[in-house]
């Protein structure tokens, strides 16, 4: 098991910054991918970013490409996601989860329809 647990949200002002944490703990032994997801309200959840496990290779939604970056650092088990130029359609739940595997792929939004572990999500909103 890998327990995932989401930190850094909050208000924000439209065009600010945040930075979101997923902090993994458990069977952090294994390799595995990380992503981000996030749900409006009213709107099913949607993929955001994704980072392989060596860190090698990230994906982004397009409507967060060029604006968010996505990192992590397995000596601490933590995988950020780095929110700039926010926007009031940014406004939502995000979630981490975790996908064992390694490899390109595994960043790739096709490789997240199923994942292994979810964090319990931290909400930012982000105001005119």
């Known amino acids: 098991q890998v327990q995932l647990v989401e930190s850094g949200g909050g208000l924000v002002q439209a065009g600010g910054s945040l930075r979101l944490s997923c902090a993994a703990s458990?069977?952090?032994?294994?390799?595995?991918?990380v992503g981000w997801f996030r749900q409006a309200p009213g709107k099913e959840r949607e993929f955001v970013a994704a980072i392989s496990w060596s860190g090698g290779t990230t994906n982004y939604a397009d409507s967060v490409k060029g604006r968010f970056t996505i990192s992590r650092d397995n000596a601490k088990n933590t995988v950020s996601l780095q929110m700039n130029s926010l926007k009031n359609e940014d406004t939502a739940i995000y979630y981490c989860a975790a996908k064992l595997g390694i490899g390109p792929r595994t960043a790739r939004n096709d490789y997240w329809g199923r994942p292994d572990y979810w964090g319990q999500g931290t909400q930012v909103t982000v105001s005119s």
């Open positions: 458990g069977r952090t032994g294994s390799r595995y991918a």
